[in-house]
């Protein structure tokens, strides 16, 4: 199939709103979080600027179920309290890539290393009365274990995932959810109109 070209992304969108962007991850999740998430789009729009953390050089992330999420942190902490960006993008990619590795224990020290980082984010987004949303577009190292077989499990799963929303708005979740509401409940969260061209619906609701 051609590839579909898509109008008023969300990242288009904002620079349409005269926003500004911050779009941050490691080598191996870099990609998603800038050309796949502008809708195959290389280019940056305007307002947007990237920042790329190199990924550990390992054979497999086992050997460092951490990767660079400690230098990650670091810079999107600075990203939030400097007050730059109207919003920020980013992917912390321990889940995925040391959950296809299949080691329970790798995947354990991964986790453990993201609950260290997302406390710090949530501390840093609070202390500047920002909002945040945590969320993934699949499942991964919450089953390392084939139930079936006994065997370690390296695919991604379909299990649901989580939608967690910290900020000062007393807000009302709505029930269900897929991956095109996200977009339109960040810009419901700022406050902003979402274009037609999104068919997803906001998944909070401000009360």
């Known amino acids: 199939?051609?590839?579909?070209?898509?109008?008023?992304t969300f990242g288009e969108w904002m620079a349409k709103n005269d926003k500004t962007q911050l779009r941050i991850s490691e080598t191996e999740k870099y990609a998603h979080v800038t050309f796949f998430f502008n809708g195959g789009v290389e280019e940056p729009f305007a307002g947007?600027?990237?920042?790329l953390i190199n990924s550990p050089k390992v054979a497999t992330y086992d050997l460092q179920p951490e990767m660079s999420s400690a230098e990650l942190t670091e810079k999107l902490v600075a990203a939030i309290e400097s007050g730059k960006y109207d919003t920020i993008i980013c992917n912390y990619p321990n889940?995925?890539?040391v959950g296809h590795t299949g080691v329970m224990e790798a995947a354990i020290k991964a986790v453990e290393a993201l609950d260290n980082c997302i406390e710090q984010v949530t501390k840093a987004v609070e202390s500047v009365g920002g909002q945040l949303l945590i969320t993934a577009d699949h499942g991964n190292a919450e089953q390392m274990r084939d139930p079936a077989t006994g065997q370690a499990h390296t695919a991604h799963t379909n299990l649901p995932v989580p939608l967690i929303y910290v900020g000062e708005k007393n807000v009302k979740a709505v029930e269900g959810g897929k991956l095109s509401d996200i977009a339109p409940t960040m810009l419901s969260?700022?406050?902003?109109?979402?274009p037609q061209e999104m068919t997803g619906k906001p998944l909070f609701i401000v009360e």
């Open 1 to 8: 199939y051609p590839p579909a070209s898509l109008a008023n």
């Open 48 to 51: 947007e600027e990237r920042i």
């Open 189 to 194: 969260l700022m406050g902003m109109e979402i």
């Open 95 to 97: 889940g995925d890539m």
